[in-house]
């Protein structure tokens, strides 16, 4: 069973920085795709960004130029360098990990963004 341990959500002011984490188990070796979602309340959950073991990145529009998504393949590990945060940017952020196709969840850690 695939097991992906979060860390790294907290509660910071505008403009403020946070990086998250997550490991995967060692179940699963270079899985094909790791990514963040965000689900705000009331709102559905939506992509944030994700990274391919080939390196290739996705970022939702709102996010282009703050936040990076890098991976550290040995570690089974993916993180989010978030900067620049905004208010809107406050949310539970899913680890999320594909592979052979399926999707395995985190279980989510609380960004806050105070204005």
């Known amino acids: 069973q695939v097991q992906l341990v979060e860390s790294g959500g907290g509660l910071v002011q505008t403009g403020g920085s946070l990086r998250l984490s997550c490991a995967a188990s060692?179940?699963?070796?270079?899985?094909?795709?790791m990514g963040w979602y965000r689900q705000a309340p009331g709102k559905q959950r939506e992509l944030v960004a994700a990274?391919?073991?080939?390196?290739?990145?996705t970022y939702a529009d709102s996010v282009k130029g703050r936040f990076t998504i890098s991976r550290d393949n040995a570690k089974n590990t993916v993180y989010l360098q978030m900067n620049s945060l905004k208010p809107e940017d406050t949310a539970v952020y899913y680890c999320?990990?594909?592979?052979?196709?399926?999707?395995?969840w985190g279980q989510g850690t609380q960004v806050t963004v105070s204005s």
């Open positions: 999320n990990v594909f592979h052979l196709g399926v999707n395995y």
């Open positions: 060692a179940t699963i070796f270079s899985p094909n795709r």
């Open positions: 990274i391919t073991n080939g390196g290739s990145t």
